[in-house]
DNA sequence: TTTTGAAGTCTCTCC
DNA sequence: GACTTCAAAA
C-alpha cells in the first residue's frame, strides 16, 4: 500500500517516504507525529528493511507498545519483530547481552531512582558527613547533582556553582562522595538509570569491534519526542548511526519539558549539524483540537523563546472557547471538575474520554477523596509512584536481598523493619553479613540485643524457608511473596496506619509477580517499567473498563482526550514556585502548560482557586494568583466561568453562574420572627 | 547506648 | 504526608 493511500498530508507523506540518510520531523501537538513515525516503519519494512533490524525509541513504555502496535496492525507479524522501548529499557538489554565482554558482573540488579537515593545517603553517612554544623547537601541534592554530571557530562564544580552556590565550598568531599557511590554499586553489582545510558555509551564507543558490532544490529533507528533527550542519549546515537546514518528523530522543541532530567532542546535544534544533510520536515496541521484550543494554546507559547518557528492550524471547524473557571477554594474546584465530568458522561463521554491535568502528583488528592466517595472510577497516572510507598519497598527489599545477597540497601531496610533495630544493631548485622561473604544464613549466627530476639529469630526462620525449595520444586516469585508476607503483614498493620489499602497493594504485586518466570526479570522489570499507580496496578486486567484518566502535565505527553481539565492554574502552582529559578525553567513551565492546553480535541477547562488552603505554610507567595502564563493575551482566548456550588440538600452538582449567591439567605426569614 | 516517639521541615516533573 | 532532627525512655 502506498503512503498515500493511508490519507496523509503531503508533509507526513515525505517524512513517511524519505529514503536513507539522517530526517529530522518537526512535529506540532497534535500533528500526526505517532502516525508519520509509525507509518515509516512501516514503509521502511515494506521496502525490504529486515523489521528486526529497526530500532524505534521511545520515551515512555506506554509510547512504546502503542506505536509496535499500530507497526503490527499495518504490517502484519513482521512488524512485532521491530524492536522498540524505552532509552533505558533498550540499554538494559543490550548490557544482558553485551555487559560482560565490557567487564560488567552478570546479573546486575537495577536500582531505581529511590535506591540510588538511599545508596548516596549510605554514602554520605559513612563519610560522616551531615553530622557538621556547615550544612552539606541532602542525600536527593547530591544524587540529583551526580545524575547531572552523567547525564551532561558538566563537570560537578560547574553544577555546583550554577545550581547549588552554596555547596560549592564542598566540590572536593562531594566528589568524595560520588566516587565512595560509584565503588559502592560496583561491589554490591548495582546498576542505576544513569550507567545503563552510560554503559550503553560507553560499549558503543570503545576500542576494539564490541561498539561495531553493536552498532551492526541496527539499519535504521527512529526516535521519538527527540526534544526531551540529552546529550548522553544523543551520543549513543551517534555511535548506534554512525556507519549507515539512518536516523530519524520526531520531536517538538514547542514541547520540550524534561531539561530537569538533563535533556536539552540543543539536541533537536543542533541535530542538522550534528548529521550533516539531514532532511527537514515540518508538520503544522493540527488533527486534534478545535480552533479555539488552538488559539488559546498559540497564544500561550508564542512568547517561549524557541528556534522552530511553527504555528498550529486546523481545518476543523466550531467549537467552543476554552473555560477559564475561578473556583472559590480548591473544594469548590474539585465539585466543578466532577459535576462538569458527570454531565458530559451523562451525554455519551465515556470517562476515558476525559482527563484532570495538574502540575505535580499531589494536587489531585481532593478530587480523588471526592471521585471515590462518588464511585467514580479513575486511573492515576504519574505522581507517587507504587514503587515510591513504603510498603512495597519493603517487600521487595526481601526479594532483593534473597536475589542479591550483598545488596545492603536492602538489608538495612530489611532490619530496620524488626521491632527493637535500629541504626547500630542493623550496621552490626550487616558487617557480619559482609564478613561471611554475604551468606544469607550467617544471618542466623547474629546476637541481636535482647529487645530484637524474637523479631531476629522470625527472620531466621523465614529466610531459612525462603531459601529451601518450596514443595513443587523452585518457588515461583508469588509464592516467595506470600511466604514473606506471613510474617510482613503484622509489621505491616504495627508500623503504618491506613493497613488495609496497603495490603491490597501488596495482594496486587503478589497477582502481577506471577506473571514473571523468574525473580530477577519480576525485579528488573519493576526497577524499568513500574506500574504508575496502585490504580494502575488494580486495572491491569480489565483496561477495557472505563475510567477518568487524572495525570500529571508530565504524563500526560502524547495523548489526548475529548475533553481535558487543567486545574491548580494558580502562580505557585503552576508553574511551580520550586521551578521558577531562571528563565530557562519559567520557559519549561510555559512548554509545561501548553503540553497540557494541547492534549483537548473539543473540550478545554482551566480552573484555578482563588483560595488555596494556608497559603502554603504562609511563607512566599501567599497571594493565589491566576497562572502568569494566562495573561491577558491568552485570556482573550477563553471564557470566563465561576464554580458555584449548589448548596441544595442532597445535590452537590455545581452551576456555571455568574451571579453571586447569599448561603444566609436561605434561612432568613424561613422562620419568621423580628 | 540505642531506640523510639514527637516536633519540625520541606514538599515537582520521570526512566 | 513523608522525612529529618531532637529529646526522652528503656
Known amino acids: 500500500m502506498s503512503a498515500a493511500a493511508h490519507n496523509l498530508n503531503p508533509a507526513q507523506q515525505a517524512a513517511v517516504t524519505h529514503g536513507d540518510g539522517p530526517l529530522l520531523i518537526i512535529a506540532g501537538a497534535g500533528t500526526g507525529k505517532t502516525r508519520t513515525l509509525v507509518h515509516r516503519v512501516a514503509h521502511l519494512i515494506e521496502r525490504g528493511v529486515a523489521p528486526q533490524r529497526i530500532l524505534l525509541l521511545t520515551f515512555t513504555r506506554r509510547a512504546a507498545q502503542e506505536m509496535l502496535r499500530r507497526v503490527e496492525s499495518l504490517t502484519g507479524s513482521r512488524g512485532a519483530r521491530v524492536h522498540g522501548g524505552t532509552f533505558h529499557a533498550t540499554a538494559h538489554r543490550l548490557l544482558r547481552s553485551y555487559?560482560?565482554?565490557?567487564?560488567?558482573?552478570?546479573?546486575?540488579?537495577?536500582?531505581?531512582?529511590g535506591d540510588a537515593i538511599d545508596l548516596v545517603g549510605i554514602s554520605r553517612a559513612e563519610l560522616g558527613f551531615g553530622q557538621r554544623k556547615s550544612r552539606f547537601p541532602r542525600k536527593e541534592t547530591l544524587h540529583h547533582v551526580y545524575s547531572r554530571h552523567v547525564n551532561t557530562e558538566i563537570a560537578v564544580g560547574d553544577i555546583l556553582r550554577d545550581e547549588f552556590p552554596q555547596f560549592e565550598e564542598h566540590a572536593a568531599d562531594i566528589n568524595r562522595v560520588f566516587a565512595d557511590y560509584t565503588a559502592r554499586k560496583e561491589r554490591r553489582n548495582l546498576v542505576d538509570y544513569d550507567d545503563l545510558l552510560l554503559f550503553w555509551a560507553a560499549m558503543l564507543d570503545a576500542p576494539g569491534d564490541l561498539g561495531t558490532r553493536i552498532a551492526a544490529l541496527y539499519d535504521h533507528v527512529l526516535v521519538d519526542e527527540y526534544q526531551d533527550t540529552n546529550l548522553l542519549q544523543a551520543r549513543i546515537l551517534r555511535g548506534l548511526c554512525r556507519s549507515h546514518r539512518n536516523i530519524t528523530v520526531v520531536g517538538d522543541d514547542a514541547q520540550s519539558i524534561y531539561s530537569?532530567?538533563?535533556?536539552?532542546v540543543r539536541n533537536i535544534l543542533d541535530f542538522p549539524e550534528q548529521f550533516a544533510g539531514a532532511t527537514r520536515v515540518t508538520l503544522e496541521q493540527n488533527y486534534r483540537s478545535t480552533q479555539p484550543i488552538l488559539d488559546v494554546s498559540n497564544a500561550l507559547i508564542e512568547h517561549a523563546r524557541q528556534r522552530y518557528r511553527k504555528r498550529l492550524f486546523t481545518t476543523r471547524g466550531g467549537g467552543e472557547p476554552p473555560a477559564l473557571v475561578?473556583?472559590?477554594?480548591?473544594?469548590?474546584?474539585?465539585?466543578?471538575?466532577?459535576?462538569?465530568?458527570?454531565?458530559?458522561?451523562?451525554?455519551?463521554?465515556?470517562?476515558?474520554?476525559?482527563?484532570?491535568?495538574?502540575?505535580?502528583?499531589?494536587?489531585?488528592?481532593?478530587?480523588?477523596i471526592e471521585l471515590t466517595n462518588r464511585k467514580i472510577p479513575f486511573e492515576k497516572w504519574g505522581?507517587?509512584?507504587?514503587?515510591?510507598?513504603?510498603?512495597?519497598?519493603?517487600?521487595?527489599?526481601?526479594?532483593?536481598?534473597?536475589?542479591?545477597?550483598?545488596?545492603?540497601v536492602s538489608w538495612y531496610r530489611v532490619l530496620h523493619l524488626l521491632p527493637g533495630v535500629g541504626d547500630v544493631t542493623a550496621r552490626a548485622a550487616v558487617a557480619l553479613l559482609a564478613e561471611r561473604s554475604w551468606d544469607p544464613r550467617a544471618f542466623a549466627v547474629f546476637t541481636p540485643p535482647r529487645a530484637a530476639r524474637a523479631a531476629h529469630a522470625a527472620l531466621v526462620a523465614l529466610l531459612d524457608r525462603l531459601g529451601a525449595p518450596g514443595a513443587s520444586g523452585p518457588r515461583g516469585v508469588s509464592e516467595e511473596i506470600a511466604l514473606l508476607r506471613t510474617m510482613y503483614d503484622a509489621i505491616l498493620r504495627d508500623r503504618y496506619d491506613r493497613a488495609e489499602p496497603r495490603l491490597a497493594d501488596l495482594d496486587q504485586l503478589e497477582a502481577i509477580a506471577g506473571q514473571f518466570p523468574t525473580r530477577a526479570a519480576f525485579l528488573s522489570e519493576l526497577a524499568l517499567d513500574p506500574p504508575s499507580g496502585t490504580q494502575d496496578l488494580a486495572g491491569a486486567a480489565d483496561t477495557e473498563s472505563d475510567a477518568l484518566i487524572l495525570s500529571t502535565a508530565h504524563s500526560a505527553k502524547g495523548r489526548e482526550w475529548d475533553a481535558v481539565f487543567v486545574i491548580w492554574a494558580v502562580d505557585g502552582w503552576f508553574p511551580s514556585a520550586r521551578a521558577l529559578r531562571s528563565d530557562d525553567d519559567t520557559d519549561e513551565e510555559r512548554r509545561l502548560m501548553y503540553v497540557a492546553l494541547t492534549r483537548a480535541r473539543n473540550a478545554l477547562f482551566i480552573v484555578h482557586p482563588l483560595d488555596a488552603y494556608g497559603a502554603r505554610g504562609g511563607s512566599g507567595y501567599a497571594i493565589n494568583q491566576l497562572s502568569r502564563f494566562l495573561d491577558e493575551r491568552v485570556r482573550a482566548y477563553t471564557q470566563r466561568m465561576v464554580a458555584v456550588p449548589d448548596v441544595s440538600p442532597g445535590a452537590a452538582a455545581t452551576a456555571v453562574s455568574s451571579e453571586p449567591i447569599d448561603l444566609r439567605a436561605l434561612l432568613r426569614g424561613r422562620f419568621g420572627g423580628n
Open 383 to 408: 505522581g507517587l509512584k507504587f514503587l515510591e510507598a513504603a510498603h512495597v519497598k519493603d517487600v521487595l527489599a526481601f526479594l532483593r536481598i534473597l536475589e542479591n545477597p550483598r545488596d545492603d
Open 260 to 264: 530537569f532530567r538533563g535533556a536539552t
Open 99 to 113: 555487559g560482560a565482554q565490557a567487564g560488567l558482573a552478570p546479573a546486575f540488579t537495577i536500582l531505581d531512582q
Open 326 to 368: 475561578a473556583a472559590r477554594d480548591e473544594h469548590e474546584q474539585t465539585l466543578f471538575v466532577v459535576d462538569r465530568i458527570l454531565e458530559m458522561h451523562e451525554q455519551g463521554t465515556p470517562l476515558r474520554e476525559m482527563a484532570v491535568l495538574f502540575r505535580a502528583g499531589y494536587m489531585s488528592a481532593d478530587l480523588e
